[in-house]
């Protein structure tokens, strides 16, 4: 048996993802483990481009919402239509050779429910 090492990449990229998800993958986890129905919620269509223009506005200008722009831009660039987002088609990932264990979303989503309902910082 072969002994990996992160020395393999050296001087490279490496890349590893828990998932690779659209905004409704991440919804649809939402919505079953809070117990809700798409229509309990408030949902706005923009373009992924359109939202990054609006975040790169907002850190450009300085302040008090510099970081809420930063944070918009750079989830939005993720989504644009080019697949850019999507560095899993693009290089691979190294998941499977490092061992790394398939992540469940929808338990993911319920740890982030119980930071939130304790008010987590």
Known sequence: METVTLSRWINKPLFVSSWLLSQRDMLASVLRVW???ESDWTI???PSKERFEEG???TAAGGP???KGFGMAM???VFFPNGDGNYEAKHGLANEVLGLPKEDLD????NLKRMMDSNWV
């Open 75 to 77: 989830y939005a660039r």
């Open 44 to 46: 706005r269509y923009q």
């Open 65 to 67: 919402d510099q970081q």
């Open 35 to 37: 117990g809700d129905k």
């Open 107 to 110: 338990e993911s989503t319920r």
């Open 56 to 58: 790169s506005k907002l």
